[in-house]
């Protein structure tokens, strides 16, 4: 689905990683750990194309991202919701209209009167859909988010630190949405410094744990 070929990527001449690689499977679930600074979100952005490898490819669905012009970028992001940690939004829109912007944008606004209602309840925010995002609590901001990236059902779920700023109680709320996008076979990738979490979750989900530091990528031990 997204494959990550002896990737290269750095700011201003010093290398982030290099010769990375990594492949999402159909119906995986992985954790990306790692320091502060060690290249976790710039390595979620280039799994979904908002980065250009600088050296090796990023395939996206079986296409090099690199040769994708912008409309075929934009296709291709039609198949991955992505959490971010900020939660944008925007604060003239109700919440339910924010989570709908999606299919508006696509094209397909038609779809959200049949979805919307069903995945407001899933989320639980059924009574915040006419509220203005100020007026969301911080979980709430975070459920709102996953609602918006699953939208249009994609098939991978990217979510950057989706936990960082809810209270545990919540962030298990969060998690449990997650596990359970992927077991109805979504492909999930959370990039999380929060290892007492992931711990939480090892009875619910076969996930693999990932660690990026010192621009290598590891799993049980060993270098990808």
């Known amino acids: 689905m997204i494959e990550l070929d002896k990737v290269s990527y ?25 320091p502060s600074g060690a290249g976790k979100t710039t390595l979620l952005r280039l799994c979904y194309a908002d980065l250009r490898a600088q050296r090796g490819k990023v395939r996206l669905f079986g296409q090099d991202a690199n040769t994708l012009d912008r409309d075929a970028v934009a296709m291709s992001r039609r198949r991955i919701g992505v ?7 925007l604060d003239h829109l109700s919440v339910a209209e924010n989570i709908a912007l999606p299919l508006s944008v696509a094209d397909r606004a038609a779809e959200a009167s049949e979805n919307l209602k069903e995945l407001l309840a899933w989320v639980g925010l059924s009574k915040q859909s006419a509220q203005r995002p100020p007026e969301l609590s911080g979980g709430e901001r975070q459920r709102a988010a996953l609602a918006r990236a699953v939208i249009m059902s994609p098939d991978v779920i990217i979510a950057d630190e989706p936990t960082g700023n809810v209270d545990w109680e919540m962030s298990q709320r969060l998690l449990a949405l997650l596990v359970e996008l992927n077991k109805m076979g979504k492909t999930v990738l959370i990039a999380t410094h929060d290892l007492a979490m992931i711990r939480s979750l090892k009875s619910d989900v076969d996930a693999r744990v990932l660690r990026l530091k010192d621009g290598l990528l590891t799993t049980a031990g060993a270098v990808l």
Do not use: E, I, R, W
């Open 83 to 89: 959490v971010h940690q900020d939660c944008q939004f």
């Open 10 to 34: 750095g700011h201003g001449g010093a290398a982030l990683f290099s010769q990375l690689s990594l492949t999402l499977v159909p119906g995986s679930f992985q954790f990306l750990t790692g």
